[in-house]
């Protein structure tokens, strides 16, 4: 099977319970499981192939340009994890089918999972690190929401915040991090970064890859100092708990260290932070464990530990060590799973998980017994199990480890750190499973339903295995993973017995010590609880606090409701930005000669400058304002003409109408004067930055206007092959409809959304206070006798059979001569609208046949429809074709595949421009204007009936 | 000609972000349809003045105006068109929801408490 179909699996999986919500949670587990078990199936069918040396590639070309692909790999490391995840994966589906109550959302939560499941595969399957990127971010957004799956718990949320501040703030430098190695690299591709080994480390970026890099698996993976997310994230339900800290989630940064191992490790650097950071981690993680009274915070901070162990192990740089961390990736993942699911069981049917509520549960629960007591003793690391021999190993490893100059060090420190955790592995033992019955367990305590059972008893049973025959059951994989993190051909020595050595000794002198632990638990307790000791919450919340205090302050700033305030700020903040950027940027004064003034531009601009003044001075007089506008766009489409833009012209004059047209029906419902409520001063202050930002901008346009171009321009080449490629003479309209009809396509998509939200604004306006509002509307101005006089009705209905030939005329000629989709939809419009205003609402509507919603969505499917038969001839999307057509009567002409595109852009931007108006008509109705069933007011046909 | 042009973007652009400035919304209005005259005529004028040269193809000539900035505003003026229209509608329930015309966030609509910065864990 493909890797990237391996990888796709889980999101297929992600979706399934989603759409079979109502079929129950049997159903939803079920497609879960089967999508996981096939998956799983496409991974194991290529282990012989990855047992010969070779690596299972797909490489999908995504943005090549960015040198993102979307390049899949399996090798020994991804196939290791691969079956952590999908293997563990399977037996949790299982285990949260019996442990979630009935009343829980359990197709929610299954989509989490398998989103959560996806993403982990895409991280260990990846060969892009850009694409590794996006399935980390994807693993930080999706545990976030399995740890707050229970939403109604406030440390639910709290732990999911945490999380999701802490992975993904080193989420965030990693990605910087890998965009340098990239960088030093060449490529994105993880197989051409782990040739790059020599290269890498000489670069003086190195440190800094390193660091950032290193932030983000250490925060993943919960090494100090950022170990104090992962307690936090136990409030999620315990089957998150088993999955996300075992084999998953807080295993990806130990799967990047390994990935990236051959080219980062190796170095002083690499050593000393990262061993010495997993050491630290190490034996604090187990240090905290043992004093810890819930079960399921007790095992979080043994999985800090263990990671690491992993983690100081990676940071070793030698290939045995390598080996050594493999290995116990596999055990720890085997029996730390095990064990989650053995505290869920006993929280399920003791109803408590607190150690100190509990004891004696070796008789009530035997199953539990056996599966809890045999896992936590190989965390401790007791023979004949698998946690003993990667134990030795590590501890071996340790022995050979040299810290500045200092050989005793790492391995008495690591010895600390196993004497610790077998501290807490046999507290986990003793104080739950043996002691007295107690009569006081919140539930009555039995052994759970196989359901619950069976997935840590396989784990378990696997933990004895590998234990035994770790050959047979570990070997070849730790074999395969280990030589693709080393790239060398490890052959792992994995034996129960090594000799008297010096690890053995070490292993021994643990034991011993956490049996002493256990004995002098309680008195160390006590003493514990009388030391201060940090508090990592606190702290995080207080850094947050300030942090939001700082936001909130910055932002009330500029932004403190005044929206005045904030475009001042804005507008300012341009201006010196333009000013900065012009000082610096070498301008070498004017290339180009002015052209000369003649006299109608001149009386032209003298216009518009009074227009523009007298607006400004009598703008609170809102009629005079708006006769003003149309002056001003009037004089704006005639620069158009003059300066040869005869489309731009067109364009212009027909929205000056339509616009017009607007504000005058919103004028109606405003108040007719703006009320004078600014201080002198304010205006003042105003005026001033208006004229600053109006004279940079004009200074700014008189500069460029004046300068030839900077780079060659690609006008060039649409003039040239406008006609050539798009069968049009008309340069402005094939752009259009043709070179760039994607961009076209997307506005006329706004404009249509335009229309459509100003319809459900009004229709929430016609409800509620506005709406009484408007029910109760009295009209401050006096009525027109006659609103629809018989000359005006006569005159447009003369006028509307040629004003839509003529929108016809420029939209067929619109490829050739200037016109087109939009200036033919805005006549139409005009047109149309000139009905409703002269024959009234009630009789134009009633011949209106298509709801203007309807026009929009036609407009948008025609253009959409027409780009899309491009693929059918094998094109890209909106290619567009012509050809000449010879009809009997007629003269030959063209008939180009862009006029569907044109159809739609006429349809969408007449339907936008009339759902637009006629909202706004709607809200003039409701405020009890009549409507008219008849055209006009005072007929003469009806008058001389009557008589 | 070019001075012409620039000083009429300069004077429209400052009387628009006047009319921005001012506290009542036909205003704003008013002053965001003067900006767009403004913005739309200054992107247009990024392909140089030209005269007499329309970017129609025709035989035996062989200089034409820039077409790209033109393609670029014409939707830009149709979507200006939109933009107002949005705008407007949002003026007018403003004023029939809120029983006045003003454009700023009355101190009631803020969120209470935000800027003493008790905001954070738990809400």
């Known amino acids: ?947 | 000609m070019e001075l012409l042009l620039s000083s009429a973007i300069g004077m429209m652009t400052a009387a628009g972000i006047y009319l921005i400035l001012r506290r009542r919304s036909f205003a704003v209005v008013l002053g965001t349809t003067m900006l767009s005259y403004a913005i739309n005529l200054f992107l247009f004028s990024t392909g140089r003045l030209v005269i007499n040269q329309p970017p129609i193809l025709q035989d035996g000539v062989t200089s034409y105006t820039d077409p790209i900035p033109q393609a670029l505003v014409l939707t830009a003026i149709v979507i200006s068109f939109g933009m107002t229209a949005v705008t407007v509608m949002m003026a007018l329930g403003a004023f029939l929801e809120g029983g006045d015309d003003r454009v700023d966030m009355p101190r009631a609509d803020r969120e209470p408490g935000v800027s003493r910065g008790d905001a954070g864990e738990g809400r």
């Open chain 1, 1 to 947: 099977m493909s890797p990237a179909l391996i990888a796709a699996l889980p999101f297929i999986g992600a979706l399934l319970p989603g759409l079979l919500i109502r079929s129950g949670r049997d159903v939803a587990a079920m497609v879960c499981g089967t999508a996981t078990f096939v998956a799983l199936l496409g991974l194991c069918l290529h282990i012989p192939a990855i047992m010969a040396g070779e690596v299972i590639t797909t490489r999908i070309d995504w943005l090549p340009q960015l040198g993102l692909n979307a390049n899949f790999r399996i090798d020994g490391l991804g196939l290791l994890f691969g079956i952590l995840i999908l293997g563990i994966g399977l037996l949790i589906i299982t285990y949260a089918r019996f442990y979630l109550a009935r009343h829980e959302p359990v197709g929610v939560f299954y989509t989490y999972l398998m989103l959560f499941q996806g993403a982990m595969m895409g991280i260990v399957l990846s060969d892009n690190i850009l694409l590794l990127l996006i399935f980390w971010e994807l693993t930080s957004l999706s545990s976030f929401l399995l740890i707050g799956y229970w939403k109604h718990l406030p440390e639910g949320r709290q732990g999911a915040r945490m999380a999701l501040t802490v992975t993904g703030m080193g989420g965030l430098a990693m990605i910087a991090g890998m965009l340098i190695l990239g960088n030093i690299a060449g490529s994105y591709d993880i197989s051409d970064i782990l040739n790059a080994r020599e290269a890498i480390q000489a670069s003086p970026l190195y440190l800094p890859a390193l660091l950032l890099i290193l932030l983000g698996a250490f925060t993943k993976s919960a090494q100090f100092p950022f170990h104090f997310w992962l307690p936090h994230a136990m409030a999620a339900p315990t089957p998150v708990s088993a999955y996300l800290h075992s084999a998953t989630m807080v295993k990806a940064g130990l799967f990047l260290m390994a990935r990236l191992w051959p080219v980062l490790s190796g170095t002083p650097e690499w050593f000393y932070i990262v061993a010495t950071t997993g050491l630290v981690t190490m034996v604090l993680g187990a240090w905290i464990g043992f004093f810890r009274d819930d079960l399921k915070s007790l095992l979080a901070f043994s999985t800090v530990s263990h990671l690491g162990l992993i983690t100081m192990l990676l940071g070793f740089g030698t290939e045995a060590a390598a080996v050594a961390a493999v290995f116990h990736i596999i055990n720890h993942a085997t029996f730390k799973a095990a064990l989650f699911m053995t505290a869920g069981i006993i929280d399920h049917e003791a109803g408590t998980r607190s150690i100190k509520r509990l004891g004696g549960l070796r008789k009530l629960m035997p199953i539990t017994f056996l599966i809890g007591t045999i896992a936590a003793l190989s965390m401790a690391g007791v023979p004949p199990l698998n946690g003993f021999i990667s134990k030795e190993m590590m501890l071996e490893e340790t022995t050979h480890a040299v810290w500045r100059g200092n050989a005793n060090l790492v391995w008495a420190m690591a010895t600390v750190g196993a004497i610790f955790s077998v501290g807490y592995s046999l507290r986990f033992v003793w104080q739950v499973f043996f002691g007295p019955e107690r009569d006081d367990y919140p539930h009555k305590p039995h052994d759970p339903g196989i359901g619950l059972w069976i997935g840590p008893a396989i784990l378990t049973a696997l933990v004895v295995l590998i234990g035994l025959f770790p050959n047979t059951f570990a070997g070849w994989l730790v074999d395969a993973s280990a030589g693709a993190v080393t790239g060398g051909h490890p052959h792992a020595h994995l034996a129960l017995w090594h000799g008297l050595n010096m690890a053995l000794k070490l292993s021994i002198v643990a034991t011993l010590g956490g049996l002493l632990l256990l004995i002098l638990n309680p008195r160390m307790l006590a003493i514990r609880d009388r030391v201060w000791r940090p508090d990592a919450k606190a702290m995080f919340d207080g850094v947050t606090q300030a942090a939001l205090y700082l936001a909130y302050r910055l932002t009330d700033r500029f932004t403190n409701g005044s929206m005045a305030r904030a475009f001042v700020a804005f507008s300012m903040t341009v201006l010196l930005c333009g000013l900065w950027a012009f000082s610096t940027g070498g301008y070498s004064g004017a290339t180009r000669p002015m052209l000369p003034i003649h006299a109608i531009p001149l009386i032209g601009w003298v216009l518009l400058m009074i227009a523009t003044c007298c607006m400004v001075a009598f703008h609170r007089n809102r009629l005079l304002a708006l006769v003003l506008v149309g002056i001003i766009g009037l004089i704006v489409s005639g620069s158009f003409v003059y300066l040869s833009a005869p489309d731009l012209a067109l364009t212009q004059i027909s929205v000056e109408v339509v616009t017009v047209i607007l504000l005058l029906l919103a004028l109606n419902f405003l108040p007719k004067r703006t009320v004078l409520d600014s201080r002198d001063g304010k205006r003042g202050f105003d005026a001033f930055i208006a004229t600053l930002t109006g004279l940079g901008f004009g200074a700014l346009s008189y500069v460029v206007m004046r300068s030839d171009f900077a780079l060659p321009s690609i006008s060039g080449y649409m003039i040239e092959n406008s006609h050539k490629l798009g069968g049009g003479d008309n340069v402005v309209n094939v752009i259009l409809v043709d070179f760039r009809g994607y961009d076209t396509f997307g506005e006329i998509t706004v404009l249509g959304i335009a229309a459509l939200a100003i319809f459900a604004l009004t229709e929430t306006l016609l409800l509620g206070a506005s709406g009484r509002r408007l029910r109760n509307w009295v009209y401050d101005s006096r009525r027109a006798g006659a609103r629809h006089p018989l000359l005006m009705v006569v005159i447009t209905r003369l006028i509307l059979p040629i004003s839509l030939v003529v929108g016809a005329y420029i939209f067929l000629r619109g490829h050739n001569m200037p016109g087109g989709g939009f200036v033919a939809g805005l006549i139409v419009s005009i047109a149309l609208v000139s009905q409703y205003m002269a024959s009234g609402f009630g009789w134009a509507q009633s011949r209106n046949r298509v709801p203007y919603h309807a026009m929009i969505g036609a407009g948008v499917l025609a253009a959409g429809v027409t780009g899309i038969g491009a693929w059918f001839a094998g094109y890209p999307f909106l290619t567009s074709t012509y050809g000449y057509v010879k009809l009997p009567g007629i003269e030959k002409f063209e008939l180009a595949s862009a006029m569907g595109f044109d159809l739609g852009v006429f349809l969408c931007v007449v339907g936008a421009v009339m759902l637009a108006l006629n909202s706004l008509s709607r809200i003039a109705r409701q405020a009890g204007e009549t409507v008219n069933a008849e055209p006009m007011d005072i007929n003469p046909s009806r008058i001389k009936g009557g008589r």
